[in-house]
Structure formats: C-alpha cells, structure tokens
C-alpha cells in the first residue's frame, strides 16, 4: 500500500484527496491519500518523519510551500527559481522537492486554449504574490516576449522584474484597461473574485477579441473576471484546469502512474465546489 497526502494550515478546504482518490480507483492501485492539518512548528518533524511514517511524498499547501522548499534535500531547477514546493516526494531515501504549480497552469492553457502560442506573444498578469510567481515563471519559460504585472502593491511587482529580469514590466492599476489591447493572455492570480472575497473589477473595453482570458481562483467555478470577458466572446479557461493538471506529476512520482485529466475528474470536483453544477 503506497501512501502520500497533503500537508497545510488550515487544510480543510483542499480539493487533492478527491482528486488523487479518484484516479487511485480508476487505476486499480492500492495506495491512500489523506489530508493533515500540520503546524508550521510542527512541519519540519513532519517532512523529516514522511519517510519513517511510510509515506511515499506528499503535497504542500498554504502556508508551507516557501518553508518546505528549505526543508528538502534537493530540488529542480525551476522549483529552485520559485523558491517554494508544493509536492514532495522520497527517493532512495532522500526527501526531495518540486513544484507543479507552473506546468498545471500551462497544461490547462494547453487543454482549454490549443490556440494560444505564448511564444514571442505579451501576457498580463493581475497579482504579484506566491501564486503569481509560479504563473509568471511558466510564462516566461514558454519564451513570451514579455510579461505586464499589475499589483496593488507596487513593491511586489518590481521584485518579480528584480527576480526574472526585464521581461517582467510592472505597471500601475490604473493602467491596466489602456494595456489589455497587446495582451494575448490575461491572467488573475489575486484574490479578488474568491467567495467571500471583494470583486475583481477592471475595465475590458479594450481587450482584443483574441486575448484568452484565464483566472486561478476556481471558487466559483467561473468568476466575475471570466463571465465578463466570455460575454465580450473571448476564450476563457476557468482555474479548475489548473488544480487539476498541477496534480498530474505528485501522483505519478508517487504511484508509477501518469493520470489522465478527464471531464469525468473534472465534473466530480466540479459538483464539489458547486453542488448546481451540471456538464
Ligand atoms: P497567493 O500565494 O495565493 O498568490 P498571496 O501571496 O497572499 O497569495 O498574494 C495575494 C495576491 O492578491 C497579491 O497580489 C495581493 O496584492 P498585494 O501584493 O497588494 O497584497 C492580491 N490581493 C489580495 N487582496 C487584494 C485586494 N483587496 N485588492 C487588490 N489586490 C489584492
């Protein structure tokens, strides 16, 4: 029996045990995934403990992602870049660290919006924290000409251009409306548009027909940001996509197996999040 789980502070809220539940029953594999609420002082005995405990890894939630990264043994150079894990996984006996965050984000893009070619093209990016990073990273990574980073706090977006250099131009936001007409993806990484959260509100007069628009945040499944934007006929990608391609790679990594992102896994979680939710 091959255990992993996930670790946060709170942990409640977390969608991963349905996910990987479901693909260990489609599978056939005789393996478990559970939650637990971890301390931040208790985090290091756990990662130190997953080993003795007959873990095979584990994923990593807020707030932990930034603390686990200085507890692991070695990590990939992107997740080395980001500074934060969000999966942990065992290898002969060494606690080992990577993130998903990015290569989720990009793969729902992929599912959802084949036509994007980010290479060459402009993002923007709404959002300068902990998920911004990992966004930003992947698009850059995927060779965009540059990237627009809106923040309400300025400082932040300046750090991500201090990190990754001149590709990343941050930009006030009040600026945003005039700056979405050279935009071929727009992306929320804030906050805003959450349940219980305050609304994203931004003008999209001027986006281009052809600007994809996407949003991390998936409670509600399709935020106020994507409603506006597909009522203007624009793609939209909803943020479910990315929760579930970010979970592609711990599973495997821990199970042997690389699990396929169906409608079927997507509507599950789908009815989770949204009990009037129908295909
Ligand atoms: P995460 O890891 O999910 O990215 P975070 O690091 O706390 O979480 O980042 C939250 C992001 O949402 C930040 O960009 C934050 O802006 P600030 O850097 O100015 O705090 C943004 N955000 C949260 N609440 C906001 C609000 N009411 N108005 C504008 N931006 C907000």
């Known amino acids: 029996m091959i255990k992993a789980c996930v670790i946060g502070w709170p942990i409640s809220h977390s969608r991963s045990p349905l996910i990987h539940g479901y693909w260990l029953k489609k599978y056939g594999i005789d393996g478990s995934y559970s939650r637990h609420p971890v301390e931040p002082t208790s985090l290091a005995g756990f990662i130190g403990g997953l080993d003795g405990a007959g873990f095979a890894g584990c994923n990593v939630t807020i707030p932990h992602k930034e603390a686990v990264f200085n ?24 606690v080992l660290g990577t993130n998903t965050d990015g290569e989720g984000f990009i793969n729902s893009l992929r599912q959802h919006a084949p036509s994007l070619r980010l290479a060459g093209s402009r993002a923007m990016v709404l959002g300068a924290g902990g998920a911004s990073l990992a966004v930003v990273n ?27 250099g001149l590709r990343v131009v941050p930009i006030e936001w009040h600026e945003i409306p005039d700056r979405l007409a050279s935009c ?23 986006l ?58 997507h509507d599950l979680i789908a009815r989770d999040i949204d009990p009037d939710f129908s295909p």
């Open 208 to 265: 281009s027909q052809d600007t994809i628009v996407t949003d991390i945040v998936y409670t509600p499944l399709r935020t106020k940001l994507l409603e506006q934007a597909a009522v203007r006929g624009n793609i939209v990608v909803e943020g479910l996509g990315m929760l579930l391609h970010q979970a592609v790679r711990g599973f495997s990594l821990w199970f042997g197996v690389t699990p396929v992102v169906t409608e079927e896994l």
């Open 71 to 94: 507890l692991v043994e070695r990590a990939d150079e992107t997740t080395e870049r980001l500074g934060a894990v969000n999966t942990v996984y065992l290898r002969h006996g060494k």
């Open 138 to 164: 992947a698009i850059l990574e995927q060779g965009a000409e540059g990237v627009v980073v809106a923040n309400r706090t300025r400082e932040k977006a300046q750090q991500l251009r201090n990190r990754f």
């Open 184 to 206: 071929s993806l727009l992306v929320n990484t804030t906050s805003l548009g959450m349940t219980g959260q305050p609304e994203l509100d931004i003008d999209l007069s001027q």
